[in-house]
Structure formats: C-alpha cells, structure tokens
C-alpha cells in the first residue's frame, strides 16, 4: 500500500489522542473511494479524504492561491491489498463521527454499501466506521447528539450524478484529466495492471491526483451545502492542488511548488 501524506499524523488527523488538553477545532472532511474491478470483486483503487477547519458559524472565503487543507492518500501496489486501505479508512471515519463537524461523500451511499460487502477473511478486524457512518447515511436529516453531520453531495447538493458535473455546476473547475468517464476508465487500467502483475504501466500519480482531486471538490462542495465555505467562480482544482498538495502528485501537478506559495 502506498501512502501520500501531509498530515503530521496521519492516523489521528483531527487530534492525538493522549493529549491530556486539547482545544477541539471545527473540521469538515471529505472523503472520495476509487474502484476497478477484478473478474466479479471490487477492488479499491484509492482512497482520498481532505481535511478542511472552518469556522463554527460563518461562511468563509476560499481561493486557490490562499488554499490551506490536509489530505491522506492511500493506493494500492498490488491486488489483494483493499482490505488494508479499508482499514485505514475506517481509522479515519471512526475518529470523522466523533470529532469532526461535517463529512462530505460524493453518492457516498453507493461507496459505504460497496465497503460493508466486501469480503472480509477470517480473523480480519471490522469496521466501525464504515458501519457507523453507513448506518447515518440512511436518514442525513437526523443525527445523534455529538457526531460529525453528513452531506451527500450529489443528492444534497446535486445535481446527482458525476462529482465533476456537479463540481461544475457550483463554480468548481475540475481536473480536465478526470471530467466524465475518464476517472473511472482510469482506475479500471490501473487495476487490470495490477491483475496482470504489471504495476509499473501505470503512474500512482494519475491515481493519486484523480482521488484527491474527488476529495477536495467534495470538500468544497459540503462547505457550500453547509454555508461554511463560498468562492469565486470558477475556483480552479488544478490550481489549488499545485498551491497546496503539489507533492501528492508531482508529475502530474507540476513537481515544483507554485511560485504563488514561495
């Protein structure tokens, strides 16, 4: 599994958890899943989650060249290895319910339904995040006191359907590299190299820059839904990842930082 990273601690993002005082901050998170698809199992080719601190009550503004979020990135290097990104996700999700304010998934219902029947071997530790989270899901109107509010972007927000056409739709630019079916047709040749034991046919970059860039436009568009983040329109993607998340993808968001940022 491959991990990219600018979190200080990745494993505990909204907080360490030994910290006897800790000032609680106000965190929206999104989160984005790719999947191919080997013979009849789903396999996850990446998992992207953002993190964004907002204000408690007030919209505030946003920019590309003043852009300011963490991200974890996590893609696989060889088939078989879903269950460990799951597992690391789910990390994430359980500590998103309790200490986050606002999680936002693109038709994250389709995702948390493809996560709770992946098959697990015997021995493997559930996921209570996923559960938990998948469980919320059901009814988004209502939700036990003290955990993180859920906004699906696509049915939220809309219009339902591709996280790009409805990134557009709200003054987003996305990555014209990913726009319609090209995401998706590109995890799907990732993972049958992956099949075919020829892992080096394709670049992480691509996947790496094509889940982040779901995550961050999720992101957004949960603090739009929200009224927690507004922008200028259009807000370009490409843009605000080479000024903020450059090293995530550098051969494919420019491998030097933006000279906006030095």
């Known amino acids: 599994m491959l991990e990219r990273t600018n979190l200080g601690w990745p494993e505990t993002p909204f907080g360490s958890v030994t910290s006897p005082v800790q000032k609680p901050g106000t965190w929206l998170t999104g989160v984005s899943l790719l999947w191919g698809e080997a013979g009849d199992d789903p396999v996850l080719m990446g998992a992207g989650v953002v993190l964004m601190k907002i204000h408690r009550t007030q919209s505030l503004p946003v920019s590309a060249p003043l852009i300011n979020f963490g991200y974890r990135v996590l893609l696989p290097e060889a088939l078989g290895e879903t269950q460990a ?21 693109h038709n994250g219902a389709d995702d948390l339904h493809v996560l709770r029947q992946l ?26 006191r003290g955990t993180v509010r859920c906004v699906d972007t696509s049915h939220d927000l809309g219009p339902a359907g591709l996280i790009s056409d409805t990134a557009a739709a709200h003054g987003l630019e996305p990555l014209k590299s990913f726009a319609g079916e090209q995401q998706q047709a590109s995890a799907q040749e ?30 957004l568009l949960g603090g739009k839904h929200t009224d927690r983040l507004h922008w ?15 090293e995530a993808a550098p051969s494919l968001l420019g491998g030097v930082a933006s000279p906006r940022s030095e």
């Not at 020829?198 to 982040?212: E, I, K, M, R």
């Open 85 to 105: 990104i799951v597992q690391q996700l789910d990390v994430v999700l359980v500590q998103a319910r309790r200490k986050g304010q606002i999680l936002a998934w």
């Open 119 to 144: 098959p697990r071997a015997e021995g493997e530790p559930r996921h209570p995040g996923v559960t938990a989270i998948a469980d919320a899901w059901k009814d988004r109107t209502t939700r036990e």
């Open 232 to 246: 200028e329109e259009p807000l370009n993607l490409f843009e605000s990842l080479s000024n903020a998340a450059w």
């Open 190 to 219: 990732a993972c049958e190299a992956l099949a075919e034991n020829q892992a080096a046919a394709f670049s992480p970059d691509v996947l790496a820059g094509s889940v982040l860039s779901s995550a961050l436009a999720t992101a």
